[in-house]
């Protein structure tokens, strides 16, 4: 989808505004808070505790490993962190505890339910809703009183605030359903209400520890608890709405927590067992301080906290951390599986304890490049819909610049911690650059943000083309375009001509070829010529004839679709890691009682998008505007179609079917067609279409979608309707960008 940026004119009257002076940090940034030291030194400790598994994968100590390496894996994408987090999904089939009301159960969804959304993978996210639908829609009435039976089917004891809330608040932002929020801000209000020590500003462990004493007289709290509940805070917020009612709850708790614990750092650097009595026992602890400075940063970044109260905290913090970590990566100085202060050595690790040094490590590394970078601008962009919307391309206005600068140019997800790839281009084909584009996953009425600058020392992203398109003049005038996930082609002229210069077939249809991503295949298999069997990167099954195939247009009159055959001329506009665009226009054809029509159409395929964009512009002689349609081919008999979903109003249809036969050896496809704003669809002649008036010069803009089976992880019709329902919706509702 393409989003449009509202923007502010002085910013586009000189593009070095840019690039204008951010607000600094207020601190001085040391040796140590180096971008590449700090990525460097999280690849090594989690490099080092994937080759040492512990426990159960799904237990819940791999849980808080999998949300740090799940979060060092967004910000460094060729580390190990998604690879390891996908591999043990898989292994698992995302699969959760048998203790469904446990807390402690619920903490690999933190990374399951991330997963299905980067992914596009609904197989990972069903194991940990069914759990938390069950417990959310037959919630436990037990009390909170440690001890008490089955008291821990509640969030009885303070770690159990970063096990579940998070999965709660991640469901919400991927469903768009509200109610997981509003059952996580019940139950997380009165285990705050029984556990928080408003006097101390600090989490008893449990109801055990009301009256206990540390050995010097004063109340125990213990560290690793109170910083599994400030870790678990940011996990809740990132994934909040903004304006959600509650909010401000969570972001007073941080600072609360924050100012209380500031005061309990110890002169090493490190937050020890006992916050109140660093003496019992005098260790430093790393799993408590790791979590704690994770809960720092990230309010620091997010402008909760003060970066000059703050900062030397966190750089302390930072620098006892890494004294702990031995050459091979191993973390040393983690309290084991406990529930309050204990002993440990250098050589003691456990999982979680590398699982919050990631989670501080990615946080810290943003604040180190918003440090380097001050002369930067935020694109904050925002999902209103309660529906999750992946690989949606923002395109903002850009001036012209110097090229130097067009070199250096940077795209910082700011959520994810990385930079990402870009693309300058000539939207309108006068010549000169005119837009940036680039990607983000947006979670249910959540906001992002982007910055963007010039940097020669920080590692650009790839520029690798994954978006492409091209005139196929060795295979009669074909014109093909893939991405990453998917690929098509429309006929020429020459496949018009009789046998043998061409196939005497008239169709303006869209094929579909099915590929093994990411790599690219149109200019293979047209070097091969034979890509009709599947010789290990994918094949043509589909078939389109003169049918509208996966999505052409037409115009209707009087109930009867005219479409024109097959294209003219057409020329490739651009090519990258983002989008390409392509242009092709119809010669004139009939349409009935000496009416004529004439079509050009722009289409455009971006990263990771299984829907190409058409923008279709027609001239009509001879009569008054007609209905303007797009259809799709819904023929049972031709590509084994076995199921069709046809929803006119939401402007869809989703089709599922084995082209190869009933053994389906090569896959399934699902195929798509969405038209905003449609009023009606029309069946003829095997085909769908939905079709709407234009006003003068108004184009009809329609989708044309594809999967296949055998490279997607949607696997079913049901999932594929989802799919197409989803960005049926989200082509109706822009993504709000603002730039700051």
């Known amino acids: 989808m393409q989003t449009y940026f509202l ?27 180096n971008e590449q030291v700090i990525r460097d030194n999280m690849g090594k400790v989690a490099e080092w505790q994937v080759k040492h598994p512990k426990h159960s994968k799904t237990d819940w100590t791999n849980g808080a490993l999998y949300s740090g390496l799940l979060q060092y894996g967004l910000a460094v994408p060729e580390g190990i962190g998604l690879k390891a987090i996908r591999e ?54 037990v009390k909170l009183e440690f001890g008490t039976p089955k008291c821990q089917d509640r969030w009885c004891w303070s770690d159990a605030l970063f096990m579940s809330p998070p999965s709660y608040a991640k469901l919400a932002a991927y469903t768009g359903d509200e109610s997981y929020l509003k059952f996580m801000d019940k139950e997380y209000k009165a285990t705050y209400d029984y556990l928080f020590d408003k006097k101390a500003g600090l989490f008893s462990r449990d109801s055990r520890y009301f009256t206990q004493k540390a050995a010097n007289g004063k109340k125990m709290f213990w560290s690793r608890g109170n910083g599994w509940v400030i870790a678990g805070l940011p996990l809740i917020l990132r994934d909040m709405p903004q304006d959600w009612p509650t909010r401000p709850f969570y972001e007073n708790l941080l600072k609360t927590l924050a100012k209380s614990l500031k005061n309990c750092q110890t002169e090493d650097g490190s937050w020890h067992a006992s916050l109140l009595d660093p003496e019992d026992p005098p260790l430093k602890e790393m799993s408590g301080t790791l979590f704690i400075t994770y809960g720092l940063i990230w309010g620091v970044n997010n402008g909760l906290l003060d970066a000059k109260e703050y900062m030397p905290v966190i750089e ?93 140019l940077r795209v910082f997800d ?43 020392t920080l590692p650009a992203a790839s520029k690798d083309t994954v978006c492409y398109s091209r005139y196929v003049p060795e295979r009669m005038d074909d014109f093909a375009w893939e991405n990453d996930v998917t690929a098509h082609r429309i006929y020429g002229p020459k496949v018009s001509e009789p046998a043998p210069k061409g196939e005497g077939l008239f169709s303006n249809g869209s094929d579909i070829w ?106 009509v002689k001879g009569a008054p505007t007609p209905q303007f349609a797009a259809g799709i081919n819904t023929n049972p008999e031709l590509n084994g179609i076995e199921t069709t979903n046809v929803d006119p109003k939401a402007g869809y ?88």
């Open 7 to 33: 923007y502010n004119k002085v910013i586009a009257a000189h593009a070095l505004a840019l690039f204008a002076v951010g607000t600094g940090a207020g601190w001085a940034a040391s040796d140590q808070l």
């Open 88 to 141: 043990v999904g898989e292994k698992t089939n995302w699969g959760v505890g048998k203790r469904h009301y446990h807390a402690d159960d619920h903490c690999v969804g933190h990374a399951w339910i991330e997963m299905a959304g980067r992914d596009g993978n609904p197989a990972a996210v069903k194991n940990i809703k069914e759990v938390l639908d069950k417990v959310k829609d037959n919630p436990a009435q």
């Open 316 to 408: 302390k913090a930072w620098k006892a951390a890494n004294e702990c970590v031995e050459e091979d990566g191993l973390l040393g100085w983690v309290q084991p599986i406990a529930d309050k202060p204990g002993h440990y050595s250098a050589k003691s690790t456990e999982v979680y304890g590398p699982g919050a040094y990631l989670l501080a490590g990615t946080e810290l590394r943003k604040a180190v490049v918003a440090k380097e970078n001050p002369r930067r601008r935020t694109v904050t962009v925002t999902n209103p819909l309660p529906v999750y919307r992946s690989h949606e391309t923002i395109s903002i206005k850009w001036p012209d610049m110097p090229a130097a600068d067009a070199e250096n």
């Open 653 to 740: 249809v989703a089709v599922w079917g084995t082209p190869s036969g009933k053994d389906g050896k090569d896959g399934i496809i699902g195929s798509a067609l969405i038209v905003p704003n449609a009023k009606g669809k029309l069946d003829k002649d095997g085909n769908t279409y939905l079709f709407r008036p234009l006003k003068s010069n108004e184009p009809l803009v329609w989708y044309m979608g594809a999967m296949w089976s055998k490279a997607s992880p949607v696997k079913s019709a049901e999932d594929w309707t989802e799919v197409v329902s989803r960005k049926a919706r989200a082509v109706q509702t822009p993504l709000v960008v603002q730039m700051k």
């Open 414 to 456: 700011v959520r994810d911690g990385r930079v990402i790839p870009h693309q300058l281009v000539d939207e309108n084909g006068d010549g000169k650059t005119d837009a940036l584009l680039f990607q983000g996953d947006f979670p249910a009425r959540v906001s992002r943000d982007y910055w963007v600058f010039s940097s020669k």
């Open 514 to 619: 099915c590929k093994y991503g990411p790599g690219l295949v149109i200019d293979e298999f047209y070097k091969k010529g034979n890509y009709h069997s599947d010789h290990g990167k994918g094949l043509d099954m589909y078939k389109v004839g003169p049918n509208r195939g996966c999505g052409a247009t037409a115009v209707v009159r009087d109930g009867t679709p005219f479409a024109s055959v097959n294209w003219a001329t057409g020329k490739n506009l651009y090519n990258g890691p983002i989008r390409t665009a392509f242009e092709v226009t119809y010669a004139p054809w009939k349409a009935g009682s000496g009416v004529t029509v004439q079509e050009k159409r722009v289409m455009t395929l971006d990263a990771g998008s299984p829907f190409t964009r058409a923008e279709s512009r027609f001239e």
